[in-house]
């Protein structure tokens, strides 16, 4: 579930970033493509909470980064297919991903002892990092309510 939370992240920032606001964003694109509205819900929320902490959900396009390129090593590409490369480097441009992000999921791509590593697999490793980035104690840092968990 966590992979198909960050495709729908994915999805809201390219829309933001194509200058839209979050209301000007059909939600219901995603029920079509067969997202839940759990999904969508769980996603949007984390957007949400990012923003209302001020923390950004993704990079502005006048910074330095995009002047820099991650080139992957000849063993990281065989590990991680070619696919899954275009993936990261996407989420690395439009700044759901920073360059220590990059770097933590290929070491773990890596050391997990994968022969190849798919979209799958780097999906979910990507889920992984994003939602463990805050350690849990922020606020946007849990995307799952539990049971206890109420929505006011």
């Given at each position: 579930?966590?992979?198909k939370i960050v495709e729908i992240i994915?999805?809201?920032?390219?829309?933001?970033?194509a200058?839209?606001?979050?209301?000007?964003?059909?939600?219901?694109?995603?029920?079509?493509?067969?997202?839940?509205?759990?999904?969508?819900?769980?996603?949007?929320?984390?957007?949400?909470?990012?923003?209302?902490?001020?923390?950004s959900v993704f990079r502005?396009?006048?910074?330095?980064?995009?002047f820099s390129h991650r080139i992957f090593h000849e063993a990281e590409k065989m590990v991680i297919d070619s696919e899954s490369q275009g993936y990261m480097l996407l989420l690395r441009e439009i700044g759901l991903l920073t360059d220590l992000d990059?770097?933590?999921?290929?070491?773990?791509?890596?050391l997990s002892g994968f022969q190849k590593a798919d979209l799958r697999n780097i999906k979910t490793i990507i889920a992984t990092v994003m939602f463990d980035r805050d350690g849990g104690n922020t606020?946007?840092?849990?995307?799952?309510?539990t049971s206890h968990d109420t929505i006011h």
């Open positions: 579930m966590q992979e994915v999805y809201i920032i390219k829309e933001m970033r200058n839209k606001e979050l209301g000007e964003i059909n939600l219901n694109e995603l029920a079509e493509y067969g997202y839940t509205e759990t999904e969508i819900s769980t996603a949007l929320s984390w957007v949400i909470d990012k923003i209302s902490i001020g923390e502005a396009e006048d910074t330095d980064a995009r990059m770097e933590l999921i290929i070491e773990r791509v890596m606020p946007g840092s849990r995307f799952m309510l």
